[in-house]
Protein backbone atom coordinates (compact mmCIF):
# COMPACT_ATOMS: atom_id res chain seq x y z
CA UNK A 1 0.00 0.00 0.00
CA UNK A 2 1.38 3.59 -0.61
CA UNK A 3 0.28 7.03 0.82
CA UNK A 4 0.85 9.96 -0.86
CA UNK A 5 0.19 13.52 0.24
CA UNK A 6 -0.24 16.00 -2.37
CA UNK A 7 1.97 18.83 -1.83
CA UNK A 8 0.82 21.96 -2.79
CA UNK A 9 -0.12 25.49 -1.66
CA UNK A 10 -3.25 25.51 -3.67
CA UNK A 11 -4.62 22.23 -1.58
CA UNK A 12 -3.17 23.72 1.66
CA UNK A 13 -5.31 27.03 0.92
CA UNK A 14 -8.57 25.20 -0.46
CA UNK A 15 -8.21 22.80 2.90
CA UNK A 16 -7.95 25.58 5.13
CA UNK A 17 -11.22 27.30 3.98
CA UNK A 18 -13.16 23.81 4.02
CA UNK A 19 -12.14 23.38 7.34
CA UNK A 20 -13.07 26.66 8.61
CA UNK A 21 -16.47 26.09 10.86
CA UNK A 22 -18.43 29.27 9.35
CA UNK A 23 -17.80 27.63 5.51
CA UNK A 24 -21.45 27.81 4.22
CA UNK A 25 -22.61 24.18 2.74
CA UNK A 26 -22.47 25.98 -1.26
CA UNK A 27 -18.96 27.05 -0.47
CA UNK A 28 -17.72 23.75 0.93
CA UNK A 29 -19.38 21.62 -2.09
CA UNK A 30 -17.39 23.94 -4.22
CA UNK A 31 -14.06 23.36 -2.31
CA UNK A 32 -14.47 20.04 -2.06
CA UNK A 33 -15.08 19.50 -6.32
CA UNK A 34 -11.63 21.93 -6.75
CA UNK A 35 -9.83 19.95 -4.42
CA UNK A 36 -10.63 16.70 -5.27
CA UNK A 37 -9.88 17.91 -9.03
CA UNK A 38 -6.04 18.90 -8.03
CA UNK A 39 -6.18 15.00 -5.82
CA UNK A 40 -7.15 13.41 -8.93
CA UNK A 41 -4.32 14.86 -11.34
CA UNK A 42 -2.19 13.00 -8.82
CA UNK A 43 -4.12 10.01 -8.07
CA UNK A 44 -4.69 9.20 -12.10
CA UNK A 45 -0.83 9.43 -12.71
CA UNK A 46 -0.54 5.23 -13.55
CA UNK A 47 -3.91 5.63 -14.97
CA UNK A 48 -3.34 2.70 -17.65
CA UNK A 49 -2.87 4.10 -21.60
CA UNK A 50 -1.78 3.66 -25.22
CA UNK A 51 -0.54 4.80 -28.10
CA UNK A 52 -3.04 5.88 -30.60
CA UNK A 53 -2.48 7.65 -34.19
CA UNK A 54 -4.16 11.24 -34.79
CA UNK A 55 -3.86 13.11 -37.68
CA UNK A 56 -3.17 16.55 -36.35
CA UNK A 57 -4.11 19.62 -39.10
CA UNK A 58 -0.17 19.73 -40.21
CA UNK A 59 0.79 15.73 -39.92
CA UNK A 60 -0.20 12.40 -38.32
CA UNK A 61 1.58 11.72 -35.11
CA UNK A 62 1.54 9.53 -32.08
CA UNK A 63 -0.53 10.50 -28.79
CA UNK A 64 -2.21 8.40 -25.49
CA UNK A 65 -5.12 7.47 -24.93
CA UNK A 66 -6.86 6.53 -22.42
CA UNK A 67 -6.94 2.08 -22.16
CA UNK A 68 -10.28 0.17 -22.25
CA UNK A 69 -11.84 -0.96 -19.96
CA UNK A 70 -12.00 2.36 -18.89
CA UNK A 71 -11.14 3.18 -14.93
CA UNK A 72 -13.73 2.52 -12.56
CA UNK A 73 -14.86 5.53 -9.86
CA UNK A 74 -16.70 4.66 -6.78
CA UNK A 75 -17.97 7.53 -4.73
CA UNK A 76 -18.85 6.17 -0.71
CA UNK A 77 -22.07 6.97 -0.17
CA UNK A 78 -23.12 9.95 1.23
CA UNK A 79 -20.29 11.88 1.59
CA UNK A 80 -17.92 10.35 -1.14
CA UNK A 81 -21.24 11.75 -3.60
CA UNK A 82 -19.29 14.83 -2.87
CA UNK A 83 -16.84 13.92 -4.59
CA UNK A 84 -17.68 12.86 -7.82
CA UNK A 85 -17.77 15.68 -10.06
CA UNK A 86 -14.34 17.19 -9.21
CA UNK A 87 -13.37 13.53 -10.72
CA UNK A 88 -15.35 13.13 -13.69
CA UNK A 89 -14.10 16.63 -14.40
CA UNK A 90 -10.94 15.24 -14.55
CA UNK A 91 -11.93 11.78 -16.32
CA UNK A 92 -15.17 12.12 -17.57
CA UNK A 93 -15.28 8.57 -19.40
CA UNK A 94 -14.79 6.80 -16.44
CA UNK A 95 -17.52 4.38 -15.18
CA UNK A 96 -19.55 4.86 -11.64
CA UNK A 97 -20.76 2.67 -9.54
CA UNK A 98 -22.15 2.77 -5.99
CA UNK A 99 -21.15 1.82 -2.58
CA UNK A 100 -23.43 3.06 0.47
CA UNK A 101 -21.30 2.39 3.57
CA UNK A 102 -22.03 3.64 7.34
CA UNK A 103 -20.77 3.36 10.67
CA UNK A 104 -22.78 1.50 13.09
CA UNK A 105 -22.70 4.27 15.69
CA UNK A 106 -21.91 2.16 18.69
CA UNK A 107 -19.65 -0.36 17.26
CA UNK A 108 -18.01 2.16 14.84
CA UNK A 109 -17.83 -0.70 12.20
CA UNK A 110 -18.62 0.02 8.71
CA UNK A 111 -22.03 -1.43 7.15
CA UNK A 112 -22.75 -1.67 3.09
CA UNK A 113 -26.37 -0.63 2.69
CA UNK A 114 -26.47 0.12 -0.77
CA UNK A 115 -24.29 -1.35 -3.59
CA UNK A 116 -24.50 -0.77 -7.47
CA UNK A 117 -21.48 -1.90 -9.19
CA UNK A 118 -20.52 -4.14 -12.29
CA UNK A 119 -20.32 -8.27 -10.84
CA UNK A 120 -17.08 -8.35 -12.22
CA UNK A 121 -14.27 -6.27 -11.95
CA UNK A 122 -11.60 -8.46 -12.84
CA UNK A 123 -8.36 -6.22 -13.86
CA UNK A 124 -10.13 -3.08 -13.72
CA UNK A 125 -8.33 0.26 -12.46
CA UNK A 126 -10.84 1.33 -9.52
CA UNK A 127 -10.89 4.79 -8.10
CA UNK A 128 -12.48 4.94 -4.73
CA UNK A 129 -13.97 8.04 -3.24
CA UNK A 130 -14.41 9.09 0.51
CA UNK A 131 -13.47 12.34 2.12
CA UNK A 132 -12.54 11.05 5.38
CA UNK A 133 -10.57 8.20 6.60
CA UNK A 134 -10.97 8.37 10.38
CA UNK A 135 -11.14 4.86 11.54
CA UNK A 136 -10.24 3.25 7.94
CA UNK A 137 -13.14 0.53 8.29
CA UNK A 138 -15.07 2.05 6.13
CA UNK A 139 -12.56 1.71 3.29
CA UNK A 140 -11.06 -1.12 4.36
CA UNK A 141 -14.31 -3.26 3.95
CA UNK A 142 -14.56 -0.88 0.45
CA UNK A 143 -11.58 -2.16 -0.56
CA UNK A 144 -11.74 -6.02 0.47
CA UNK A 145 -15.74 -5.64 -1.21
CA UNK A 146 -13.76 -4.50 -4.66
CA UNK A 147 -11.13 -6.67 -4.61
CA UNK A 148 -13.12 -9.61 -4.40
CA UNK A 149 -15.11 -8.90 -6.93
CA UNK A 150 -11.89 -9.01 -9.36
CA UNK A 151 -9.89 -5.59 -9.18
CA UNK A 152 -6.56 -4.98 -10.05
CA UNK A 153 -5.57 -1.78 -8.53
CA UNK A 154 -7.80 0.13 -6.07
CA UNK A 155 -6.75 4.17 -5.33
CA UNK A 156 -8.73 5.71 -3.05
CA UNK A 157 -8.84 9.89 -2.88
CA UNK A 158 -10.02 11.05 0.68
CA UNK A 159 -9.60 14.92 1.59
CA UNK A 160 -8.10 13.90 5.50
CA UNK A 161 -7.12 10.91 7.61
CA UNK A 162 -6.19 10.49 10.81
CA UNK A 163 -2.64 8.31 11.08
CA UNK A 164 -4.51 5.72 13.40
CA UNK A 165 -6.70 5.01 10.55
CA UNK A 166 -4.03 4.98 7.60
CA UNK A 167 -1.92 2.72 10.29
CA UNK A 168 -5.11 0.11 10.47
CA UNK A 169 -5.27 -0.03 6.63
CA UNK A 170 -1.36 -0.27 6.12
CA UNK A 171 -1.32 -2.72 8.78
CA UNK A 172 -4.08 -5.01 7.03
CA UNK A 173 -3.42 -4.25 3.21
CA UNK A 174 0.53 -4.78 3.68
CA UNK A 175 1.30 -5.42 -0.42
CA UNK A 176 -1.68 -5.19 -1.95
CA UNK A 177 -1.85 -2.65 -4.66
CA UNK A 178 -3.63 -0.08 -2.90
CA UNK A 179 -2.72 3.71 -3.44
CA UNK A 180 -4.10 6.42 -0.62
CA UNK A 181 -3.94 9.86 -1.94
CA UNK A 182 -4.80 12.45 0.55
CA UNK A 183 -5.00 16.57 1.22
CA UNK A 184 -3.83 16.25 4.48
CA UNK A 185 -2.72 13.42 7.33
CA UNK A 186 -4.13 15.22 11.00
CA UNK A 187 -3.42 14.86 14.25
CA UNK A 188 -5.64 12.00 15.92
CA UNK A 189 -8.95 10.99 16.24
CA UNK A 190 -11.13 12.60 19.40
CA UNK A 191 -12.93 9.55 21.54
CA UNK A 192 -16.02 9.90 18.73
CA UNK A 193 -13.89 8.95 16.16
CA UNK A 194 -14.02 12.17 14.56
CA UNK A 195 -10.47 13.56 13.12
CA UNK A 196 -8.64 16.15 14.60
CA UNK A 197 -8.10 19.25 13.92
CA UNK A 198 -10.30 18.12 10.25
CA UNK A 199 -13.60 19.25 9.55
CA UNK A 200 -16.63 17.81 11.25
CA UNK A 201 -18.91 15.44 9.62
CA UNK A 202 -17.92 16.10 6.02
CA UNK A 203 -21.96 14.80 4.74
CA UNK A 204 -23.47 17.23 6.97
CA UNK A 205 -21.37 19.97 6.01
CA UNK A 206 -21.94 19.13 2.34
CA UNK A 207 -25.60 18.30 2.86
CA UNK A 208 -26.74 19.78 5.71
CA UNK A 209 -27.68 17.49 8.92
CA UNK A 210 -29.92 14.84 8.01
N1 LIG B 1 -16.33 11.17 9.20
C1 LIG B 1 -16.46 12.53 9.11
O1 LIG B 1 -17.30 13.03 8.35
N2 LIG B 1 -15.66 13.29 9.88
C2 LIG B 1 -14.73 12.80 10.71
O2 LIG B 1 -14.01 13.56 11.37
C3 LIG B 1 -14.62 11.39 10.80
C4 LIG B 1 -15.42 10.60 10.04
Known amino acids: MRVLVADHPLVAH ?3 VLRDKNTTSPIFRLLTEELVTLLAYEATRDVRVEPVNIETPVTTTVGTGLRK ?6 P ?13 RLL ?3 EVGFLGMERHEQT ?11 DDLTGRQV ?7 ATGGTLREAIKFLFARGAADITCICLLAAPEGLQKLRDELEGKNVTIVLASIDEKLDENAYI ?13 VV
Open 14 to 16: KLT
Open 76 to 88: ILRAGLGMLEGMT
Open 92 to 94: PTA
Open 108 to 118: LEAITYAERLP
Open 127 to 133: YVLDPML
Open 69 to 74: PTPLVV
Open 196 to 208: VPGLGDAGDRLYG
